[in-house]
Structure formats: C-alpha cells, structure tokens
C-alpha cells in the first residue's frame, strides 16, 4: 500500500491561494469557486490601470519582439480570424544580411493586425513566477499567451476556447461581446465549430487597463481595440478533468488485461445470432472493468499528472549549486516558488515527486521530509525540523533538496 501525502496544489478549495487572490482581486476566492468557475464568466473593472503592470507593459512587449531573432518562433498574425505564423511572411534578408521578418512583422500590425505571442511565461520572469504559482495553486498547466492589437482592429471572430482563460488586459481597452457556451466544458476534441452562424451576443462591455475577464471554456467571445493599441495577457487554464483521469486509468487496464485487446468475432457486423452472444461478454469485460477499476490509483496518478505540468522553476539554481558546499544546518532555505510537488511512502521508500523526477529518502524521514516541503514556503532552517534527526542528518537532508532544486537560498 502507498502512502499519499497531498501536495499543496492538488486541493485547491481548502487551501490558500494567493496568486488566484491577486489575479482576481477583490473578488473572494470562494466566491469565485462557488459562483464561476466552469459556470459563467466573471468581469472586473478595478480603475486602476497599473494593476497589472508587473506582468508585463507595452514596453516590455516591444523590448520581446525587438530581441525575438529571426525565427520569431510561437509569434502570428492574426486579422478577422486569419492566422498567419510569422515564419510564413517571408524569409528575405536585408543588404546587411539581417532578417527582414521584424519588419514585415511590424508592417502587417500597421496594417491592422493582431501580434499574437505564445507561451511567453517561458522567456519572460515577470510571466514565468505568477504562472508557476498559479499552475501549483490551481493544479493546471498554465500558459500566457500576449495579444497586442492595433487601434480599431480585431484579431479572431466570435469562438471559444476549449480551455478556461483569464484576460488581464495591460495597455489599452477593448470592446469585448460574449456569448454563454452553446455546448458546456467543451475538451479539446471539440474545438470551435467555425463554419457555424455566429450566436447572438448576450453580453457587451469595455475591458480596460487593469481589469479582468474570466471565461469558462466553451464562452463564445470577440474583441476589439479602440482608439489606441490594445496589450493583454491571455492565461490559459489547462488541468487535470475527469475524462482525461479516467481514460488513463482505463489505458492502463487495457495493457495489463489481454481480453480488452482481442477482437470482436469476425462477421458480427453481419451475424445477429452472433451480436447477440456478444452481449454476455460484454457484460464480462464491464464486470472486469469494474473489478479493476481504482478511484486511488486514479487520484494518485491525476496528481502525479499534476505534479509535472509546466517547466521547472530553476531561476537561480546555479547560484544555489556554487553556495551548495557552505550551506549548513542554520542556513536560511526555502521551497522553490512554484514547484509542484508529491510525497509518497511505499516499500521503506519516501519519494518525494517534483520537477518529473524522484528523489528517493528512507521512509524513516519521510515526516522530516514532509516538513520541509509544507513549511518551506516560508524560511526554514535544518535545526528548526522536528523529529528524531540529529543535526548532520538535517543538514543532509537540506542540502539534498537543495542540490535537486527543491530548495532555494533566494
């Protein structure tokens, strides 16, 4: 039997959620769980322009594509619902050798289009830190997509997402109309269907420099910039669902029972008397099914899904490596900001789950170990663990969890 010890992004309803806090603020987040999420869309007009500000500003926006290189890979166009990768536009060079792609990429936006740049929390600290804390909090993938639209323009038509968003608009206003979802939590095998009449609008308003817009997935919505730029940041919200959960678990059945992978008897199509025997076995392989089927299993392998979404947050590691040898039990750490973690015990292991690897304790110190990950969001230190431990076993212990990654000096 293993020994689950949740980690702290796997329940979000009981536990404190201060990047979702922020995010949302002043809007409780029990309210939010309560009356929106994967219900109905939530708008906040805050008046206060620079609240997100240390996301990212439209300076910050014009330094990424500025220092994109001549790939500007995960950036496109976007105009009236046409999508363009960057690469497309062309690949012409200057008399200097140098890459035209900036320019022709500056020339559509001055022709209206919308620049759109994917998954910019993975180049950008001021993205990367707010995600990996929203991604542990939440237990989802995160992703933040940039959308910098010119004055009067409108990057996609009406559709919807089929993964809940967050918009918090940075620079700018747009007018935005909304639908309420023709089709409830739409997963990813049923995109937008773009060749339909666009649904009436039930909802129009202006979000503004500092507000936010929350979207279940499946919400039909548009926007458009007014009379100056529009900068926003779209965070995605991809986590673990049931279907997702239970098609794995059953994936794991069907390779360890052979009479899931046999064949349905040749001429069944055809053969009523033959259909009709099948019945029985069906029943079978449900009972089979059923047998086998582990609600703990399953919950144990959603978190460990959970545990190794997103990129680990390394920011400083080196530092920490080179500091390493002279770190001592009274030495200040803390648990990396954002790391997702798990802690299991099984067979005299404790193997704490993080970064898609294992780092492997006796089971004797598994509370020890347990410590440290839940306290280590605050400043801890080796001899303030309690336990049987003595003082070089702690030092171990941090130094460990240092050198993996799981702790920081910073």
């Known amino acids: 039997m293993t020994t689950f010890y949740p980690a702290a992004d796997t329940v979000h309803s009981t536990l404190p959620t201060p990047e979702l806090a922020r995010l949302i603020g002043p809007v409780p987040v029990a309210e939010f769980w309560q009356q929106h999420w994967e219900q109905k869309a939530l708008l906040i007009n805050r008046k206060s322009p620079d609240y997100y500000a240390d996301l990212l500003t439209l300076d910050d926006i014009d330094e990424v594509l500025s220092l994109a ?33 900036l320019e022709m990429l500056y020339e559509r936006y001055r022709s209206g289009s919308t620049i759109v740049v994917n998954s910019l929390q993975e180049r950008r600290l001021s993205l990367q830190r707010p995600a990996a804390a929203l991604g542990s909090e939440l237990g989802a993938r995160i992703q933040m997509n940039v959308y910098l639209t010119p004055p009067g323009s409108q990057g996609f038509l009406p559709h919807y997402d089929t993964h809940d968003v967050f918009i918090a608009q940075v620079y700018g206003s747009k007018v935005w109309q909304i639908t309420e979802a023709p089709y409830e939590l739409p997963l990813a095998n049923r995109p937008h269907d773009k060749s339909q009449l666009a649904p009436e609008v039930t909802r129009e308003f202006e979000l503004r420099a500092g507000d936010l817009l929350y ?6 919505h548009s926007g458009a910039a007014n009379e100056a730029a529009s900068l926003h940041v779209t965070i995605g919200l991809h986590p673990v669902v049931w279907a997702q959960a239970i098609q794995d678990e059953f994936t794991r059945i069907v390779a ?37 089927l582990s609600a703990e299993k399953l919950i144990a392998d959603a978190a460990a899904r959970v545990t190794s979404m997103g990129s680990p947050p390394l920011r400083h590691h080196l530092q ?91």
């Open 69 to 101: 290189g001549v790939g500007l890979n995960d950036i496109r166009v976007v105009v009236e619902g046409k999508e363009t990768p960057v690469a497309e536009l062309g690949s012409g060079r200057g008399r200097n050798g140098t890459s035209n792609a």
């Open 215 to 220: 979207m279940p997935r499946g919400t039909v």
């Open 256 to 292: 360890g029972d052979r009479r899931f992978r046999r064949s349905l008897p040749v001429g069944f199509a055809r053969d009523q008397a033959v259909r009709e025997r099948l019945h029985a076995e069906c029943g079978e392989l449900f009972d089979a099914l059923h047998e086998q």
């Open 320 to 410: 920490d490596l080179e500091e390493l040898p002279h770190t001592e039990v009274h030495t200040p750490v803390r648990r990396r900001p954002g790391v997702r973690w798990q802690l299991t015990v099984e067979g005299g292991i404790a193997g704490l789950h993080f970064h898609n690897k294992t780092v492997r304790f006796p089971a004797a110190v598994a509370e020890e170990v347990r410590y440290v990950a839940e306290q280590g969001a605050d400043w801890i230190t080796g001899n303030a663990i309690p336990g049987d431990l003595d003082d070089p076993g702690r030092k171990t212990l941090m130094r460990t969890l240092l050198g993996e990654g799981f702790l920081t000096l910073r």
